[in-house]
């Protein structure tokens, strides 16, 4: 089984001290994850180099906050998927599906992955095309918008024209594991 570490805005040392000490682990026991995509707003470079280590391959964007030398945008193929990642600042309101649809379809992909919000969500794009996922902020930390407040991270797991989603969060000290399945089925996505 192929996996996506889906991650981002850590916001650390700026915002938050560490990444919570479950998800650290769960991360960790994880390795090496065959691909790590990190959403932006990492800020420091020792996290940064702590990411690297967690995956075979890392795609990483630039967010608002970031001053670190890294890409605007990224786009990769996996297991027959387009997949762009874009840390979602640049308009408003932040998560905005309207937005979010015309960057997939300028970087012409399939899947965008986008961060900023702090609030994790699922969303099918304007034209159907596009699958918009937002991993939430891995420390759960405030946002420009405010945000969840809960540390959240997303797994992807891709079989064919379908791909599990795991939305996990970190609720009451624990991690509570949300399962989506989005199918792409004649050029179009479905959530189920």
Do not use: C
């Not at 479950?22 to 800020?43: A, N, Q, S």
């Amino acid at each position: 089984m192929k996996q996506i570490l889906v991650i981002g805005d850590t916001h650390i040392p700026d915002r938050a001290e560490n990444v919570p000490r479950i998800i650290r682990d769960y991360l960790e026991r994880g390795k090496p994850w065959i691909i790590v995509v990190f959403t932006g707003d990492v800020t420091g470079e020792p996290v940064l180099n702590w990411i690297k280590s967690l995956g075979k391959e890392l795609y990483i964007v630039r967010g608002n906050m970031d001053y670190l030398p890294l890409p605007r945008t990224q786009v990769f193929d996996f297991e027959g998927f387009k997949i762009g990642i874009h840390h979602g600042d640049g308009f408003y309101p932040r998560g905005d599906t309207g937005k979010l649809s015309s960057i997939a379809s300028k970087l012409e992909v399939n899947i965008l992955i986008s961060g900023h919000t702090h609030s994790d969500f699922i969303k099918i794009g304007t034209t159907g095309k596009e699958l918009l996922l937002n991993p939430g902020s891995l420390t759960g930390v405030w946002g420009g918008a405010g945000g969840s407040f809960t540390p959240s991270f997303m797994v992807l797991e891709i079989t064919g024209k379908m791909i599990l989603i795991r939305t996990l969060k970190l609720t009451g000290g624990n991690l509570i594991e949300k399962t989506t399945t989005a199918k792409f089925i004649d050029g179009r996505w479905i959530l189920e």
